[in-house]
């Protein structure tokens, strides 16, 4: 992205992805992160941005798997999101994505991975990502943790998960990324948000009352007030 080339599709597994879902829908043996990228458009210009793309992945030590998997993946895509693949009870599990520039991609991933896999080693807590959203600036990382066997308590359950979800968030925070990209801030990140903006937080809140005087949408959403009027 970086070098300005414009693909179709573009998806970063990491390492941990790889081995948990994408082999298991390409049906081959992979090691390591894996890339899926494609271009479309005039067929002259595709080709050329599809050549100077592998350059760039061989120029990393990329090793190119041709055409089939990537066909193979665009016509099953959709097969990571329905049973066996997808994430289900009893596994404890949370999707913690959020956005940075292109510059703080490889703290956020690996700040995040070294929280969920080391101060949660006691469950067993599993760390996968994969970065699917990019931008001209920066990138989503969709990123979850997975535990297999959550305490059996619904109240020890949900505390933990809570706590996960919050330690996660901060962790994205204070590695330059933001609460948050797409899924929304709602209920369960809003009371971060004042940590998110800081000092321009007070200031969302009188836009909020000038656009909003009788606090009528959404009232209690993205961490404010639920009696917030003018």
């Known amino acids: 992205m970086t070098a300005r080339l414009q693909p179709c599709v573009l998806r ?33 210009i595709a080709a050329a941005q599809e050549a100077r793309a592998l350059a760039i992945c061989a120029e990393l030590s990329g090793q190119d798997l041709g055409r089939e998997p990537g066909e193979h993946w665009w016509e099953h895509r959709y097969d ?33 991975k070294r929280l969920i896999e080391e ?23 969709y990123d979850r943790f997975v535990i297999d066997e959550p305490p059996a308590d619904p109240s020890e359950a949900l505390r933990l998960h809570n706590q996960i979800w919050t330690a996660a968030a901060r962790a994205s925070l204070a590695a330059g990324a933001v609460l948050n990209e797409h899924h929304g801030i709602g209920w369960k ?28 949408m959404n009232p209690g959403k993205l961490g404010f007030s639920s009696n917030m009027t003018r």
Not at 126 to 131: D, K, N, Q, T, V
Not at 198 to 216: F, S
């Open 12 to 44: 970063l597994y990491d390492e941990a992805s790889t081995s948990s879902m994408l082999k298991r829908v390409l049906r081959l043996e992979l090691q390591g992160a894996c890339f899926i990228l494609g271009f479309d458009g005039w067929a002259e």
């Open 80 to 112: 990571f999101y329905y049973p066996p693949l997808t994430l289900s009870l009893p596994k404890m599990y949370g999707t913690i994505e959020t956005v940075c520039t292109f510059d703080k991609i490889a703290a956020v991933y690996r700040t995040k």
């Open 189 to 216: 990140l809003g009371r971060l948000m004042p940590e998110l903006y800081g000092a321009a937080w007070p200031v969302l809140g009188e836009i909020k009352r000038v656009i909003d005087p009788q606090n009528i």
């Open 119 to 141: 101060d949660y080693a006691a469950w067993n807590a599993r760390y996968i990502a994969h970065f699917s959203h990019w931008f001209p600036w920066g990138v989503m990382v």
